[in-house]
């Protein structure tokens, strides 16, 4: 799920430091420490704003969504 956001923020024109935002569905709020695990890798110094919400169930039996806002300057 991040390297498609990644490649959806860079394909704006931005970078991963652009993400403002990022609202996080869990299917299971056991997988927190691991969905935290690789939210580091992708922003080693701290990251946006982040919500992580547990959710009874996701589209087509998922096991996470997120939902990501960047901040892109316009040229």
């Not at 490649?7 to 299917?27: H, R, T």
């Not at 420490?33 to 919500?51: E, S």
């Amino acid at each position: 799920v991040m390297d498609k956001i990644k490649k959806a923020v860079e394909a704006g024109g931005a970078s991963m430091d652009s993400v403002v935002q990022l609202s996080v569905f869990l299917a299971k709020i056991d997988d927190y420490d691991g969905m935290n695990k690789v939210f580091k890798t992708y922003f080693p110094h701290g990251g946006p704003a982040r919500t992580t919400v547990a959710v009874a169930a996701l589209p087509g039996n998922s096991l996470v969504e997120v939902n990501c806002i960047a901040a892109v300057a316009q040229k």
